[in-house]
Every structure is written in structure tokens, then in C-alpha cells.
């Protein structure tokens, strides 16, 4: 009789083997006994590459590529891109064939940029509509609720009282516009500095000193949480 898994990797391991396998080998193996790194070095080596969010009725999957490689991965054909998926996320290995062509594959860009102007008489952009953010921190859609709120705290009233003005709107682009922007930019130094040399390199990689500094120092372990939980500009319901 086959054993019940007991500890919760055992229970990840039967369903996705690859991803424990890297884990104690390579992550608590391999790069955990290297003497040259300090232990907080070796608790930030991750190792990740395909994303899969069990959505119930489906897997949304993530496959990470560096910017411009994409011509190269489909060179390789559909059967080597299908194996490196079921590879990687074993669950999925009855379902790879569901993918017939590259037309099944979705390209997402990364892009990261905004409008010059987020309104004109009778229109306002917020959100996504307004700004293109990067997924690193996974805070679109905070950003995106709060530009909402503080559209509702500056509208409401004139909306409600008949006298709201172009003015009214742009209220909303300029106190949403810093936030955005900072956001932005911190995305930026995060993509520069920790994403592409993770994934340009094929050697040994050394956390930067920002990661080394973020993660030195207590406060700005809390300071990151806060930043990619709550942002730069918290907005709080005020109508
Ligand atoms: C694959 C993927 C994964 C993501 N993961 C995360 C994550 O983990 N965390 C995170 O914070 N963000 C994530 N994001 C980003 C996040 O989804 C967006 O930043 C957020 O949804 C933006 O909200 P929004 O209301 O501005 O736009 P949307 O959520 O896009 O809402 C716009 C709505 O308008 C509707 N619409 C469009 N055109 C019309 C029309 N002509 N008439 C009527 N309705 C229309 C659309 O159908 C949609 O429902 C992810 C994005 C993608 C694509």
C-alpha cells in the first residue's frame, strides 16, 4: 500500500515532483551549502519559472521569459515548449496536447507606461486604462482600486451636486499621478536589478546590495511589505 504523504511538500511533491526536486537539490542543496553565502543569501535563492494558479475550472499559467526570446522558444517547436510545460508542472502533463499552436499560446508584453493626459471633458482614466504596470509586486490592482477611490472622494460631491468641471477630474490625475509614477519606478529598478540578470544568467548569481539592504534591515523588510501591500499613496474612502 502506497504511503499518504505526510508533511505538506510531500503533498506538492506528488502533484508537481520537478518543483520539490529543484527545492531540496538545488535550492536547500547545492546553493544552501555553499560556505561564500550567508544564510539570508541562500533563503533569497528562488527558483521559478513557470507560475500555475489552480483557478478551480482551470490553471492560469505563467510562463517567464526574458523580453525578446519568445522567437527563440517557438524555434525549439511546439513539442519542446509542450514538454518543458508538463516538465515543469506534471499536472498538467494530460492537458499539453490541448495546446495545438502557437496561436493558443498568449504573448502578455511587459510594459510599463501611462497617459500624458488621464482626462478630457466628459472622460476620465483610471487604472489599467490610465497606467501599464509591470507585474513585479503584483500591485495593479491595488493601484487601480485606489485611483478608483480617489476618484470617488473628489467626484462624488460635484457629480452628486451637478458642478463638476474638467478641474474636478484633473484633481484626480494629479493626485494619482506621484504614486503611479513611484510605483513605476520602483518596478523599474526591481525588473533592472533582481528580474533580468536572473533570468540573463545561467551561472551563479549573487543577490544585489539593494535585496542584500532590503533584507538586512528589519524595517525595511516592513517597509517593502507596506509598499507592495498598501503603497506609496494609501487612499481610504472618505464619501
Ligand atoms: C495575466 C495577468 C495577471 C495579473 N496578475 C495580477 C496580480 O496578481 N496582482 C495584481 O495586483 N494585478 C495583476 N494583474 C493586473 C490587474 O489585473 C490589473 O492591473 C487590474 O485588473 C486593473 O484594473 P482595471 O479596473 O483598471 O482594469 P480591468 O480589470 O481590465 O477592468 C476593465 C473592465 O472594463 C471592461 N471593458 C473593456 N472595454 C469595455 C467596453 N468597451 N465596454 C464595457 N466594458 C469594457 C473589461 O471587460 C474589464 O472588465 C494581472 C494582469 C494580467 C493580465
Same mark, same amino acid.
Given at each position: ?141 491595488? $493601484? @487601480? *482600486? &485606489?485611483?478608483? =477611490?480617489?476618484?470617488?472622494? #473628489? ?10 468641471? !474638467? ?20 518596478? $523599474? @529598478? *526591481? &525588473?533592472?536589478? =533582481?528580474?533580468?540578470?536572473? #533570468? ?10 539593494? !535585496? ?26 472618505? =464619501?
Amino acid at each position: 500500500m502506497a504511503t499518504q504523504p505526510t508533511t505538506a511538500r510531500d503533498k506538492v511533491r506528488t502533484f508537481t515532483p520537478k518543483l520539490i526536486e529543484l527545492t531540496e537539490n538545488v535550492l536547500f542543496g547545492d546553493v544552501w551549502e555553499r560556505p561564500e553565502l550567508s544564510k539570508r543569501d541562500r533563503s533569497l535563492i528562488t527558483v521559478a519559472t513557470l507560475i500555475a494558479l489552480n483557478r478551480s475550472e482551470h490553471w492560469q499559467c505563467g510562463y517567464v521569459i526574458p523580453k525578446g526570446r519568445l522567437d527563440e522558444i517557438r524555434s525549439r517547436g511546439l513539442d519542446a515548449f509542450r514538454a518543458d510545460v508538463a516538465r515543469l508542472l506534471p499536472v498538467a502533463q494530460d492537458h499539453v496536447a490541448e495546446i495545438r499552436n502557437w496561436d493558443d499560446v498568449k504573448l502578455l508584453t511587459v510594459k510599463v507606461d501611462r497617459l500624458q493626459r488621464w482626462s478630457r471633458p466628459g472622460l476620465l482614466c483610471i487604472g489599467d486604462a490610465a497606467h501599464a504596470m509591470s507585474p513585479v509586486g503584483g500591485v495593479g490592482i491595488n $493601484l @487601480a *482600486i &485606489q485611483d478608483a =477611490v480617489a476618484a470617488a472622494n #473628489l467626484l462624488a460631491a460635484p457629480l452628486r451636486e451637478g458642478r463638476l468641471t !474638467v478641474d474636478h477630474l484633473e484633481q484626480v490625475a494629479s493626485r494619482r499621478l506621484w504614486p503611479t509614477r513611484a510605483t513605476q519606478e520602483l518596478q $523599474l @529598478a *526591481i &525588473q533592472r536589478r =533582481v528580474v533580468r540578470p536572473v #533570468l540573463d544568467s545561467s551561472g551563479t548569481l549573487h543577490p544585489p546590495p539593494l !535585496v542584500r539592504l532590503l533584507t538586512a534591515i528589519p524595517q525595511f523588510r516592513r517597509l517593502a511589505a507596506r509598499l507592495v501591500g498598501m503603497g506609496v499613496r494609501p487612499e481610504h474612502v472618505r =464619501v
